[in-house]
């Protein structure tokens, strides 16, 4: 089988995958942690972001923000926490969509999202969407699409396929059937031989289903992973892909299915190019760093007093989050829009243009 057939099973199987069967653990005491997991300050600062967006398409009396990959609600919480106390007339104007296949799931938000429960519809599909305008975002959604895995072998793109041998599972190199796949690896931009990458193939269903309800507004990704260039790099010979448990990676992706998460950095210049083909318009693309600094204006008051412990507690989470040793180069936040008559900057991406350019997307 490929492996992203195997991932797909591994991850989202209703009865044994990782998540879809409810073993994920996020945050210090779990498997992995994420911005949403250091506290409340990621969602604080992307709700002023929707803030300024909601601003921007005139202060409608309703609009929609739309999560997938919500897990267990707690980043949509936090936005719409913080819109109460930071913009009540938005917070006002506020639904939130969420878009989320499994009912364990759905469950796990609404016990979250308990004190906004008159504000939140859940759809199965983002077909089920309704026509709006709004923003539809995910925060480390995409690194969790299943990948296929190819190697470079004699100057051929072959896929690595998941097979058995005295009751374990093996790599299997194997010919390339697949044309989309076979056009994906021949457009990767390296020509070492034994190099091996991952090829994901579902942003383009994943933006197609995001465009077709949302009428006028944004979309916001934030992830991590890079340009495909850096992507081919040669100290990523091996590729991306690893799994995570008890807080460390393990190299061993095919070890106990079901039972680690399994991740590949997200191909920023695939994915927008998807975006774009898809009828969405690019805006930007930066790392954590610099989106949440162009944000920190719109939060944080000068500070001529002395600090509060909420004060202080924030300034250490915006270090966490921002920080190039921590979460602020490794994450990356792309933002995207469609029906909007001009470019209109939005302040998470008014420090954005040398990043932006690492796409290479002319």
Not at 40 to 66: H, I, N
Not at 115 to 135: C, I, M, Q, T
Not at 299 to 322: G, I, K, N, P, V
């Amino acid at each position: 089988m490929s492996f992203a057939d195997f991932m797909a099973a591994a991850l989202y199987d209703p009865l044994h995958g990782y998540y879809a069967s409810g073993k994920a653990r996020i945050g210090r005491e779990g498997d992995f942690t994420t911005s949403v997991s250091t506290g409340a300050l990621f969602g604080r600062l992307l709700a002023r972001q929707f803030s300024e967006c909601w601003t921007m398409l005139g202060r409608p009396d309703e609009w929609l923000l739309v999560e997938q990959g919500a897990f267990d609600g707690r980043l949509s919480c936090d936005i719409l926490e913080a819109l109460s106390v930071q913009d009540p007339a938005c917070f006002e104007a506020t639904r939130l969509h969420i878009v989320e296949p499994f009912p364990q799931f759905q469950a796990r938000q609404a016990e979250t999202l308990i004190l906004f429960k008159n504000k939140v519809v859940w759809h199965s599909d983002a077909a089920e969407l309704p026509e709006y305008r709004g923003v539809y975002f995910s925060n480390e959604l995409l690194d969790a699409f299943p990948v296929h895995r190819v190697r470079l072998q004699n100057g051929v793109w072959t896929e690595l396929r998941i097979g058995e041998e005295d009751g374990a599972l093996v790599w299997k190199a194997a010919p390339i059937q697949s044309t989309n796949l076979r056009e994906a690896a021949a457009a990767i931009p390296t020509t070492d031989e034994g190099f091996t990458t991952e090829i994901c193939l579902e942003y383009r269903d994943f933006f197609v289903n995001a465009a077709l309800k949302l009428h006028q507004g944004w979309l916001l990704s934030c992830d991590y992973g890079m340009a495909d260039w850096e992507l081919a790099a040669p100290h990523r010979k091996d590729g991306t892909l690893t799994a995570y448990r008890d807080q460390k990676r393990h190299s061993d992706v095919l070890a106990s299915p079901g039972e680690q998460d399994l991740t590949a950095h997200v191909n920023f210049t695939t994915a927008t190019r998807s975006a774009i083909a898809s009828g969405f318009s690019f805006v930007g693309y930066t790392d954590q760093h610099r989106f949440l600094t162009g944000l920190a204006p719109l939060h944080f008051q000068d500070a001529t007093e002395s600090l509060s412990m909420q004060q202080q507690r924030e300034f250490l989470q915006f270090r966490t989050l921002t920080h190039p040793q921590l979460m602020g180069n490794q994450f990356k936040a792309l933002c995207l829009s469609k029906g909007l008559t001009q470019n209109m900057l939005l302040s998470g991406f008014k420090h954005a243009e040398a990043t932006s350019a690492q796409l290479q997307l002319q």
